[in-house]
Each structure stands twice: as structure tokens, then as C-alpha cells.
């Protein structure tokens, strides 16, 4: 009967999860930019809290102080110290003193060498920090330079319209010059075969005439006697001398 109960407590609980309002906030606010002001950065601390008595946090006697005022910490801690000696909840046997040598070398050591020791990892972790930090610097240039070079290659790729648009005026131009050459080289082919055929026409025709000049005179010559001849030149030794009596 228990495990019906649950099972039916289960079943009747999953619909209200499922039906859980979801909220964006987090995801509004992530995209958001980050309010450097009210929420800076966490910073690294340099040098440890500050204690009291060598070992116990300031934090502590700030919290007790608005209860117990100034000495109310080190009545407390007395206090607490001398119920657990006195009710021997807290037994000071030889383990203790041993403790308390090794505390005492421990702050001796401490001391000592604790001051070398700092300054050394301390040196090592500026180093590091150095590093992140020329790390991070030259991050932030490689990206800006990057982020130059797109907005170069941006304005390079409008400027790219116009290059385009010039070749392609170039090649119409290319290609008009192309057609009048080769239209001109047409005329001049056309104009030499032309000139080639009036030129045929015309020593056909000179030929013709020659030929036709030659027949009539070779006629003639032969059509014309001896007598004809000499009548004719006679004629002309007459014409010739009345020409001379009226010049």
C-alpha cells in the first residue's frame, strides 16, 4: 500500500514539473555587456587577511563585535579554553607538549625562512602573471589585427564592384574593337576582290578595243590600192601646198 502511495505521489508530482515556468533572465543578462561598476571584476588578493593572535581571521572579531563588543573574542576563547581543561574534555597529555614544540618550531621556521620563501614564490607568481598578462595583450593586438584586416578585406570587396564593372566596360571595349577590326578587314578583302574584277572588266575591254582597232585598220590597209593610195597622197601634197599660199 506504501509503494502505491509513492508511486502515485510521483506520478502526480512529474506534471508540475513539466510544467515549470522557465525563466530567460540568465540568458538576457549573459548577453548583456558586463557592468564593470556595480559588479567589478574579482581581483586577485595579494597579500593574505589580516589575524589577530597569529592565526585567528579578523573577520572573526568583526562578527562578534556588535555581540560582545572588543574583549568579548578573547573572553570567548579564554573561556572556551578553560571549560574544556577543566571538564578534561580536552586532555593535555604528552602529545600536547610535543605539539607545542613542533608549533613553536613551526613559527620559528616560519620566521626565519617564511620571508625568503615569499618573496621567491611571490617573484614566480609575477612571472606568471606577466606572462597571462603579454599572453593576453598580444591576444587583444593579433585580434585587432585581425579585425583590421576584415574591415580592409570589406572595403576591398565593395571596391571589388567597381573593379568589375571597369573589366567588365574593358572587355565590351576589347570586344568592340575586335568587331571594327574585323569589319575593316572585311571591307578592305570585299574592296580588294572588287577592285580585282573591275580591273579584269577593264583589260577585257582594253583588249577588246585593241583587238577591234587592229581588225579595222588591218581592213582598211588591205581595202586600200596602190592607186588609191597614190591619189590620196597626191591630194594631200595639193591640200598642203594651197594651205602654204593662204598661211
Not at 549573459?30 to 589577530?52: H, L, M, S, T, Y
Not at 570585299?190 to 581588225?215: C, F, G, I, P, S
Request: a positive charge.
Amino acid at each position: 500500500m506504501l509503494s502505491r502511495l509513492a508511486v502515485r505521489s510521483l506520478n502526480e508530482a512529474r506534471p508540475l514539473v513539466l510544467v515549470r515556468p522557465t525563466s530567460t533572465t540568465a540568458v538576457r543578462h549573459a548577453a548583456e555587456e558586463r557592468d564593470e561598476v556595480n559588479f567589478p571584476r574579482p581581483v586577485r588578493p595579494i597579500e593574505p587577511g589580516k589575524v589577530r593572535l597569529g592565526f585567528l581571521p579578523e573577520e572573526w572579531f568583526k562578527f562578534l563585535y556588535p555581540k560582545t563588543g572588543v574583549t568579548g573574542p578573547y573572553v570567548l576563547g579564554a573561556g572556551l579554553t578553560t571549560y574544556l581543561c577543566s571538564k578534561e574534555i580536552y586532555i593535555m597529555e604528552h602529545e600536547f607538549y610535543t605539539g607545542l614544540s613542533i608549533l613553536f618550531m613551526i613559527v620559528y621556521a616560519v620566521k626565519k625562512f617564511g620571508p625568503g620563501i615569499g618573496q621567491s614564490l611571490d617573484k614566480e607568481i609575477d612571472e606568471i602573471e606577466d606572462s597571462w598578462r603579454q599572453y593576453r595583450e598580444g591576444s587583444i593586438v593579433s585580434i585587432k589585427a585581425a579585425v583590421e584586416k576584415e574591415k580592409a578585406a570589406q572595403s576591398s570587396a565593395q571596391g571589388e564592384t567597381i573593379l568589375f564593372d571597369a573589366k567588365r566596360e574593358n572587355v565590351a571595349l576589347q570586344l568592340e574593337a575586335a568587331y571594327r577590326e574585323r569589319l575593316a578587314t572585311v571591307h578592305s578583302e570585299v574592296k580588294k576582290r572588287l577592285d580585282y574584277q573591275l580591273e579584269t572588266a577593264n583589260v577585257k575591254t582594253r583588249l577588246q578595243q585593241k583587238h577591234m582597232v587592229d581588225w579595222i585598220v588591218s581592213n582598211v590597209k588591205s581595202s586600200i590600192t596602190p592607186a588609191q593610195e597614190a591619189a590620196s597622197l597626191q591630194q594631200c601634197i595639193a591640200d598642203l601646198k594651197g594651205l602654204a599660199k593662204v598661211a
